[in-house]
């Protein structure tokens, strides 16, 4: 897996920016870096001393990383991992805990009725499984979008949001009907 980030200069006066390529091993924890001049011809033989010095500067300023992913069609799905440091010495991952996914987030509009002023319930559900404090956070409201459901939405002041024991994710289906009968009690 390669993540790509852009390392822009603050400098207006600076013609060239470049890029910074973060690859990472899928079976161990280990990772290596490569330097680009632009969008696809990287440095094969020779990274500037100075454009290290700026990578070192960048990965202090960062302090943690995590790794997001988001559901690119139908934007109601993430997840996170906890957070890790990268080991630019051993060239590996270094975290407190154990590596893996600690946040996951599911998003899900249903149709109550369309004469309605606000036609949709969303549900938001938010996993947490840290060690610390494995649990669900449940937020629902009526809505007059579907797209309220997005991760990326904010809440209205309206929502109500309840914690409660974790709350596993099986199916679309199973899982709305589970929350829809967690709500009837709210």
């Known amino acids: 897996m390669i993540v790509v980030f ?23 924890n280990s990772f290596y870096i490569e330097f680009y001049k632009d969008e696809r ?13 700026k990578f070192k500067a960048f990965n202090k300023n960062l302090k943690g990383y995590h790794f997001y992913r988001p559901c690119r069609s139908c934007k109601s799905y993430y ?19 154990e590596f893996g996914v ?3 987030y599911f998003g899900f509009a249903q149709t109550t009725s369309l004469d ?7 549900y938001k559900l938010l996993n947490n499984y840290l060690p610390s404090k494995n649990c669900s956070h449940l937020t629902f409201l009526d809505s ?9 939405w904010t809440l209205p002041l309206d929502a109500r949001s309840t914690e409660l ?7 679309c289906e199973d ?6 009968n967690l709500v009837v009690f709210s």
């Open 6 to 28: 852009p390392l822009l200069s603050m400098n207006k006066k600076q013609c060239k920016n470049y890029n910074i390529g973060y690859s990472f091993g899928l079976d161990d």
């Open 41 to 53: 011809q990287k440095f094969e033989d020779h990274v500037p001393t100075f454009l290290i010095d």
């Open 79 to 97: 997840y996170a991992s906890n957070e890790f440091d990268l080991d630019l010495k051993r060239c590996n991952i270094s975290c407190e805990e």
């Open 102 to 104: 600690t946040e996951e």
């Open 116 to 122: 309605n002023e606000r036609p949709y319930r969303i």
């Open 144 to 152: 007059t979008s579907p797209y309220d459901a997005h991760a990326n």
């Open 165 to 171: 024991s974790l709350i596993p994710f099986i199916n």
């Open 175 to 180: 899982t709305l009907n589970r929350l829809k």
